[in-house]
């Protein structure tokens, strides 16, 4: 899937709307999570991972690295409404040259959007920390609290996730034991995206970045304009 015709196309039908400007927005924000931003990694990882090979594609639209972190306490009222509940959950892609990579998702569990991602190279709480990183910048100043709900994979039962998850205004939540109704946003979603990507196949993350941005891209703009 080249990414460039992707937008193009999806300009034509999209480009003066108000969720146009929103997914360009997300678009413009950097989803990579670099080697030296995880606190753990195996060396093995470490050693055979490039991370100058991990970047989104040099095409003048995406990814501006974005600084800074939201502080707790901006929240004036810390009232729940239905479009502030979240879920998260990561997926797994293969590539013929560069092993796996992963995607973190945030999905919004009332219209079910990706209202946020990030990619890497280690499954890892970090992954979180970066998706919410972007969540919150396009927020701009939005610090309302939000409740986020996970799985109860052992990543989001780990200190460094309630770490990273502390450091932003978020309520955690986790599924109930044997329970699976509850996180069926998540799992609809990445089973909906293998349908998507069929017998599509990675030679490197580039490839792996390019298809899964664009797929991310014309999943919403599906979703928002039914």
Same mark, same amino acid.
């Given at each position: 899937? %080249?990414?460039?015709?992707?937008?193009?196309?999806?300009?034509?039908?999209?480009? %003066?709307?108000?969720?146009?400007?929103?997914?360009?927005?997300?678009?413009?924000?950097?989803?990579?999570?670099?080697?030296?931003?995880?606190?753990?990694?195996?060396?093995?990882?470490?050693?055979?991972?490039?991370?100058?090979?991990?970047?989104?594609?040099?095409?003048? *639209?995406?990814?501006?690295?974005?600084?800074?972190?939201?502080?707790?306490?901006?929240?004036? %009222?810390?009232?729940?409404?239905?479009?502030?509940?979240?879920?998260?959950?990561?997926?797994?892609?293969?590539?013929?040259?560069?092993?796996?990579?992963?995607?973190?998702?945030?999905?919004?569990?009332?219209?079910?959007?990706?209202?946020?991602?990030?990619?890497?190279?280690?499954?890892?709480?970090?992954?979180?920390?970066?998706?919410?990183?972007?969540?919150?910048?396009?927020?701009?100043? /939005?610090?309302?609290? $939000?409740?986020?709900?996970?799985?109860? /994979?052992?990543?989001?039962?780990?200190?460094?996730?309630?770490? $990273?998850?502390?450091?932003?205004?978020?309520?955690?939540?986790?599924?109930?034991?044997?329970?699976?109704?509850?996180?069926?946003?998540?799992?609809?979603?990445?089973?909906?995206?293998?349908?998507?990507?069929?017998?599509?196949? *990675?030679?490197?993350?580039?490839?792996?970045? %390019?298809?899964?941005?664009?797929?991310?891209?014309?999943?919403?703009?599906?979703?928002?304009?039914?």
């Amino acid at each position: 899937m %080249d990414f460039r015709y992707t937008l193009q196309e999806l300009a034509f039908t999209y480009k %003066d709307t108000e969720e146009w400007d929103r997914q360009m927005r997300l678009l413009s924000l950097n989803p990579i999570l670099y080697l030296e931003e995880y606190k753990t990694l195996p060396e093995d990882i470490y050693l055979w991972k490039q991370d100058e090979e991990l970047h989104p594609a040099a095409d003048g *639209f995406i990814r501006l690295q974005t600084e800074g972190t939201p502080e707790k306490d901006h929240c004036p %009222d810390k009232v729940y409404y239905p479009k502030n509940a979240y879920c998260v959950g990561i997926g797994t892609y293969k590539t013929s040259e560069d092993g796996e990579i992963y995607l973190c998702v945030l999905l919004n569990s009332e219209s079910r959007t990706v209202d946020a991602y990030s990619f890497g190279v280690y499954r890892s709480p970090e992954l979180v920390g970066k998706a919410l990183e972007n969540f919150f910048c396009l927020r701009e100043g /939005n610090t309302c609290e $939000i409740s986020l709900l996970s799985s109860r /994979n052992a990543i989001f039962q780990s200190e460094t996730y309630a770490g $990273i998850l502390a450091a932003y205004p978020v309520r955690a939540r986790m599924t109930e034991k044997g329970s699976h109704g509850q996180a069926a946003v998540v799992s609809t979603y990445f089973s909906q995206l293998m349908r998507r990507k069929g017998k599509q196949s *990675f030679f490197g993350w580039q490839d792996a970045i %390019d298809w899964l941005t664009a797929d991310i891209l014309k999943y919403n703009l599906s979703r928002t304009s039914r």
